[in-house]
């Protein structure tokens, strides 16, 4: 499999498998959960879940803005004591299974990605998510691999599962 090529259905991903595109500056993030496509729109569009579940366990996150709808935008704040991060962007689409939004950390303004969100129904309970950041330069891509976010993203994911698993929503 190139990482440009949607995995087969039978290939699993109980870890999110977060991979470089090898053609474009991107990144993909493929993860199943045992929820339905509707459940994980949910954890993404509603603030209050959202903030729960989003990044490391060393952050506390606060939404300051949130309007997850078509045309909305959004700001949040990742706080670890006296450190604060912050990231903001818009929501140029949100669908039933597709979530089209800006993303940019605002230690970086210049650097703007576009991500795609895709929720794909496996059947029995389970959902695919599949993440697809495109960046604004490989520089830009190999940045955001290197900042961390891998940590932020097994980690938020295992919060997610956890309340998905106590039925939170």
């Known amino acids: 499999m190139t990482t440009t090529q949607t995995p087969e259905k039978t290939t699993r991903y109980p ?18 959960f045992e929820a339905t ?4 729109m949910r954890a993404h ?4 879940l959202f903030a729960q579940w ?11 803005e949130w309007a997850c709808r078509t045309n909305g935008a959004y700001r949040y704040v990742s706080t670890r ?3 604060e991060y912050a990231f903001r962007g818009t929501f140029p689409f949100v669908g039933d299974d597709k979530i089209v939004q800006t993303f940019t950390w605002e230690g970086m303004p210049e ?5 795609t ?16 950041s495109l960046c604004d330069s490989f520089e830009g891509r190999d940045q955001m691999l290197a900042s961390g976010m891998e ?14 698993a106590k039925g939170t929503f």
């Open 54 to 64: 989003i990044g490391p366990s060393s952050l506390t996150t606060r939404i300051e």
């Open 15 to 32: 870890e999110a498998a977060i991979l470089p595109d090898e053609h474009v500056p991107a990144v993909h993030i493929w993860r199943d």
């Open 45 to 48: 569009t509603d603030a209050d």
């Open 81 to 83: 004591g006296e450190e």
């Open 111 to 115: 650097a703007v990605a576009l991500e």
């Open 117 to 132: 969100l895709t929720f794909e129904d496996l059947g029995d309970g389970r959902t695919r998510l599949h993440a697809f």
């Open 37 to 40: 496509p509707a459940q994980l």
């Open 151 to 164: 940590t932020g993203v097994h980690e938020g994911y295992a919060k997610l599962d956890d309340m998905l």
